[in-house]
């Protein structure tokens, strides 16, 4: 026998799904292949709590803004170093939910086209600054959100309301995987060749995460190059 919390789950997911079937049809209007109108529902969902939270008016994406810009001041989660912060950062205001929407496919569906899951489009979204986008020529501008957890979460989903398979084992290509030799011989925005407690290794400054490996011998000279110890 079902209790009144029982229909209360029911009903609320019921409006979930409307909520994430509603962006998507929206995404797919303005030009959105199903995989694109999928990651742009779920990433909805989830930066909106499935459209009660919205960071700014009709805002469903968490787009940032500039001063010049119509914005309102939010306080929300930033991973910081590792380290999940709360800060006050100004979003964007939107006339309308279709606004949104084409404001979010335009700044980040460069990173998303071609992609064969929500999974591999939410990876390619997190790509740092400077790195190149897989099947183009594009290079990112930068990460969509911090929190490292990001894209599993979009896909997860995705699976529940779009009916996408869910495989947590795929990745991008291994030409974005930093390979363990000779990965900084040529200067990079994103990574630098770093010391910690005497250990080599890399750091990733879009992340501040230091990562033990030996250097190649190439490394090793243009570390000492640049002044290095």
Not at 3 to 30: G, H, M, P, V, W
Request: aromatic share 8%.
């Amino acid at each position: 026998m079902r209790t009144f919390s029982d229909f209360c789950q029911i009903l609320q997911e019921d409006r979930n799904q409307k909520f994430y079937s509603d962006i998507k049809r929206r995404a797919i209007s303005q030009g959105a292949t199903a995989v694109e109108a999928d990651t742009i529902a779920s990433q909805a969902a989830l930066e909106t709590g499935y459209g009660k939270y919205p960071s700014g008016s009709f805002n469903y994406f968490g787009q940032k803004g500039t001063g010049r810009e119509n914005t309102s001041s939010k306080r929300t989660r930033e991973v910081v170093n590792g380290r999940s912060v709360m800060m006050n950062q100004p979003f964007k205001n939107y006339d309308s939910v279709d606004a949104s929407i084409a404001d979010r496919m335009r700044k980040w569906n460069y990173k998303t086209k071609g992609s064969e899951s929500v999974l591999q489009a939410a990876q390619r979204l997190q790509i740092p600054g400077g790195g190149k986008i897989p099947g183009s020529k594009e290079v990112s501008h930068g990460a969509y959100a911090t929190d490292p957890k990001y894209a599993t979460t979009v896909a997860s989903i995705a699976s529940t309301y779009g009916g996408q398979p869910l495989n947590m084992k795929q990745t991008l290509p291994k030409p974005m995987k930093p390979s363990k030799k000779g990965a900084l011989n040529a200067p990079s925005p994103v990574r630098v060749l770093a010391k910690l407690k005497g250990k080599t290794g890399e750091l990733n400054k879009s992340t501040g995460k230091f990562t033990k490996r030996d250097w190649s011998s190439t490394e090793g000279g243009r570390y000492k190059k640049y002044g290095g110890k």
